[in-house]
């Protein structure tokens, strides 16, 4: 069994910054492949990143220039680093996990950016 937590969101003011983390618990998992989602308020659940294959990283446009994700594999956890922060980013953050044909979400950690 795969246990995704999440933890960083809050309150920031537009322009701001922050780093959400998403810690992977279970056996022999990786994280290599972990991807980002968000959910506005009222909008359906939407892609934000993920790493690829071939070791780079794919972005939603809006996100693209902004947002940088990474990973510690000795701690095991993923990050979603958010710079640049638009009232528009105010969303329910998700990491997303696909390891050994299951799929795997992390609680959500909320990021409201707003002056």
């Known amino acids: 069994q795969v246990q995704l937590v999440e933890s960083g969101g809050g309150l920031v003011q537009p322009g701001g910054s922050l780093r959400l983390s998403c810690a992977a618990s279970?056996?022999?998992?990786?994280?290599?492949?972990m991807a980002w989602y968000r959910q506005a308020p009222g909008k359906q659940r939407e892609y934000v990143a993920h790493?690829?294959?071939?070791?780079?990283?794919n972005y939603a446009d809006s996100v693209k220039g902004r947002f940088t994700i990474s990973r510690d594999n000795a701690k095991n956890t993923a990050y979603l680093q958010m710079n640049s922060l638009k009232p528009e980013d105010t969303a329910v953050y998700y990491c997303?996990?696909?390891?050994?044909?299951?799929?795997?979400w992390g609680q959500g950690t909320q990021v409201t950016v707003s002056s």
């Open positions: 997303n996990l696909i390891w050994r044909g299951q799929e795997y």
């Open positions: 279970g056996s022999s998992v990786s994280i290599a492949h």
């Open positions: 790493p690829t294959s071939g070791g780079n990283t």
